[in-house]
């Protein structure tokens, strides 16, 4: 416990400092191999750290120095049509980040899904037995869904339910972090108490606690969504092995789980990436033909 309570405080203090706006840049450079170098966006969700790593490893196998760029969702889109950065693996969609792949998508090059399966709901952790579906809420939490980031698109889809439902006319959505969201989640779970808050698989919460999402009879979540890659206009032209690597680049909700439950334990991203890459070689090698 006392590791994933650190991990929360890393991901609150981090979030502090990647969401915003363009001078929140962070970023990682990878080892010089002599190689171009490849700038990767991406926001400091524990799936895209995941999926983000992993792919630097793999590019940086292949002889690529690689740049990770730590932003929030609007820029990771924005800098990658912009030709700021070369690409992007964390483009969920048709719900959560929709409105950016509807305003960014005709300056980049969508390359299709990473992964499929992903899907955001209102959970609750299973001991509400009462609660399957978002009409059977009634005043759970003191009416409050406890939600993460600002224009984060589970945050906007939790608000549009507020919006949407009649029993939840008089709820309040409360904007937070994930960091904090699953710390509350956390507390709320060992005292027994009701909580309902945004959640999405793949994420380590599924694992380490007993949830379930809620029945969505309006669909105001959008139901199942992939996971897309994007990349920058040229890139294909001016980087065609990268290219090829990123378009290639491909695996299961399982593979991104198994990642994402390591670094919940405070393994550090490049190694977690590095143990998923070391006991998923013939995937991997998919992605390097």
């Known amino acids: 416990m006392f590791k994933k309570m650190s991990l929360l405080v890393a991901t609150v203090i981090g ?11 962070k970023t990682t450079v990878g080892a010089d191999s002599g190689g171009q170098t490849v700038t990767l966006a991406t926001v400091n969700w524990e799936s895209e750290i995941a999926s983000t790593n992993v792919l630097a490893q793999v590019l940086k196998e292949a002889g690529f120095n690689v740049q990770i760029t730590t932003v929030d969702p609007a820029i990771m889109f924005s800098s990658v049509a912009e030709g700021q950065l070369d690409a992007m693996v964390g483009g969920w969609v048709p719900t959560t980040h929709q409105a950016y792949a509807e305003e960014y998508g005709d300056s980049m090059v969508d390359l299709g899904a990473n992964l499929e399966g992903a899907i955001s709901a209102l959970t609750v952790p299973t001991y509400m037995e009462d609660i399957n579906s978002i009409t059977d809420l009634t005043d759970e939490n003191d009416s409050t869904i406890t939600a993460i980031e600002p224009g984060a698109g589970v945050t906007n889809s939790a608000q549009n339910a507020v919006k949407e439902y009649d029993n939840l006319s008089d709820w309040e959505v409360s904007v937070s972090s994930t960091g904090a969201m699953i710390a509350e989640l956390d507390q709320a779970i ?3 108490e009701d909580i309902v808050v945004v959640g999405w698989k793949p994420h380590w919460m599924f694992m380490d606690y007993d949830l379930k999402m809620l029945d969505d009879p309006e669909n105001v979540f959008g139901g199942y969504e992939e996971i897309h890659s994007y990349a920058r206009e040229g890139l294909k032209e001016d980087n065609p092995e990268a290219y090829k690597i990123i ?3 491909y695996w299961e909700v399982e593979d991104m789980s198994s990642v994402m439950e390591e670094l919940a334990t405070d393994v ?5 990436a590095d143990n998923w890459i070391e006991a998923n070689r013939e ?5 390097l033909e």
Do not use: K, R
């Open 190 to 192: 060992n005292n027994e």
């Open 15 to 25: 979030l502090l400092f990647t969401f915003g706006s363009e001078d929140s840049y």
């Open 247 to 249: 378009d290639n680049f």
């Open 283 to 287: 995937t991997v090698d998919g992605w």
């Open 268 to 272: 550090e991203p490049e190694e977690a």
